[in-house]
């Protein structure tokens, strides 16, 4: 069984700030690991995902994300936030083989003030 | 690009009514899903269809059936809507690897009086 906890429901950041939206996965077998961002009234659409290869994965809109096996983790990071990163962001896990659904985390409300 | 849309956005019916929400991707996609959103507890998988036809149970099945009679179109189907099935519906398809990204719709809202 697969299982995804995001810390924090909700994360505040000022406008040029980092961004760091935490995720921790467990996975009986490699996992692979997305992370989607939702904006208002709208479908989740994909920011990056890492399979195999190159740990560090990038995404759109300046996001990047690192898989760290030994601390069973997949942080979300962004140099400087602006304001239209202020959205919901989900992380994900699917076992990568067989019939992949993806197991969700709770989901992150990343706020950004001016 | 690929594309996921789903019948209605907002969509509004009385318990005990026989609800139909309907998807359909455009992008030749084997697998397709559906999930409830609610806040707090993220995305929560209903059900999903690996091929025409084929349908398997997800979390949360009960109070819920689906319909894949062809590959672009997964339909959801309340026999019996019921109050606690007010919320956010959104469909998904990919195809058929392990790694392949998940398309989302933009989901429907319903609300069940």
């Known amino acids: 069984a697969q299982s995804v906890t995001q810390l924090g429901s909700h994360v505040s950041v000022s406008e040029g700030a980092l961004v760091l939206l935490r995720c921790n996965y467990s996975s009986s077998v490699p996992p692979y690991l997305f992370w989607y961002v939702q904006y208002p009234n709208q479908g989740l659409q994909l920011l990056l995902k890492y399979t195999t290869g190159a740990t560090l994965v990038k995404g759109i809109n300046g996001f990047e994300a690192e898989f760290k096996k030994s601390e069973t983790s997949f942080h979300l990071t962004k140099p400087s936030a602006h304001m239209s990163d202020a959205a919901e962001y989900f992380c994900?896990?699917?076992?990568?083989?067989?019939?992949?659904?993806?197991?969700f985390g709770k989901g992150t409300m990343l706020l950004v003030s001016p | 690009d690929v594309k996921v849309t789903q019948s209605s956005r907002y969509l509004v019916k009385r318990t005990g009514e026989k609800v139909f929400l309907e998807c359909v991707q455009d992008?030749?996609?084997?697998?397709m899903f559906w999930y409830r959103q609610d806040p707090g507890l993220g995305l929560r998988l209903i059900y999903f269809s690996y091929d025409v036809k084929m349908k398997e149970k997800g979390d949360i099945p009960e109070g819920y059936s689906v319909s894949r009679e062809k590959k672009e179109r997964f339909s959801l189907i309340l026999e019996s809507a019921s109050t606690n099935q007010t919320s956010m519906y959104l469909c998904?398809?990919?195809?058929?690897?392990?790694?392949?990204?998940?398309?989302f719709g933009p989901g429907t809202r319903l609300t069940v009086l």
């Open positions: 994900a896990v699917t076992k990568g083989s067989g019939y992949s659904t993806l197991t």
């Open positions: 992008m030749d996609h084997e697998n």
């Open positions: 998904a398809s990919k195809l058929a690897g392990a790694a392949d990204t998940q398309y």
